[in-house]
């Protein structure tokens, strides 16, 4: 793991919650993003990873670790086409290809749908500001409708609906294998593989307490030889969810390397 922030708490700091500790001391970043972090055993503290509840103490040392290496971005505006289905003066929705990762990170800094937003917006609104700007993501190779908001009025109120599960996302996944049922459910919490930082796996929550409940919902569309195309839909949007759980069941996504589908 890369260190990305670090800081030891003052001697005259009283106790108080790790992530509130944070929140307070993280320029441009929200509980809620580092309870992600929490959850995905990023955090630690005296080099242990912790819980958000955990209480700090004077001296303590916190870093923040991810799977990559620290990237100081400022998003580049780059001309890339993109698709506009709808836009608004509150929300624009874009249908993203498959190929282009959402935002920059590890291995891909430029050409990504961050920086042709940056373009497209250039005239109108600071795509960095974090009060503003994706709602959610999908992986780099999955194609489909993104939601921006263009407002922070816009992106608290869609969070709150992405929080809330009071959204419905659908997914069209064609998958290695033949089903002999026509529906079915998955449920199975996801945290990141200690092992493979990269890659998630399902957990039993006494084995990773920061595992995340996730249920995702299958039909089957059409048959093929050797091949089925799959609707599925999500109760929970966590980080490679269709992937894994449809691996789980042993029918992973054709042609995902990282999965097992090539």
């Known amino acids: 793991l890369y260190e990305h922030y670090s800081i030891t708490v003052d001697k005259g700091q009283s106790m108080m919650r790790l992530d509130k500790y944070l929140a307070t001391h993280i320029e441009n970043c929200s509980r809620n993003r580092i309870q992600t972090a929490v959850d995905e055993g990023g955090v630690f503290v005296n080099d242990r990873p912790q ?42 929705v874009v249908n993203k290809e498959a190929g282009m990762c959402v935002h920059p990170g590890h291995g891909n800094y430029e050409h990504t749908l961050l920086n042709a937003l940056a373009y497209y917006f250039q005239d109108q609104l600071d795509i960095n500001d974090p009060n503003i700007g994706l709602v959610h993501r999908i992986d780099k190779d999955t194609s489909g409708l993104l939601l921006i908001a263009k407002t922070p009025e816009a992106k608290t109120a869609l969070g709150k609906q992405f929080f ?13 294998g033949t089903f002999t049922e026509d529906s079915g459910t998955i ?34 569309l059409e048959r093929f ?6 609707e599925c839909k999500l109760e929970t949007g966590r980080t490679h969810q269709i992937r894994v759980h449809m691996k789980s069941i042993g029918h992973p996504l054709f042609a995902d390397e990282k999965y097992g589908g090539m």
């Open 164 to 176: 809330d599960h009071s959204t419905e996302r659908t997914y069209n996944a064609l998958v290695w």
């Open 51 to 92: 819980k958000a509840s955990y209480k700090i103490k004077p001296f303590d040392r916190i870093s923040l670790r991810m799977a990559y290496p620290k990237y100081e971005c400022q998003l580049t505006p780059q001309d890339i086409p993109i698709d506009i289905m709808y836009e608004d003066d509150d929300v624009i």
């Open 187 to 220: 449920t199975g919490a996801l945290a990141r593989d200690t092992r493979h930082r990269t890659i998630y796996r399902i957990w039993d929550l006494e084995d990773n307490p920061n595992a995340k409940e996730a249920i995702t919902h299958w039909r089957v």
């Open 225 to 230: 030889p050797y091949v089925t195309l799959v």
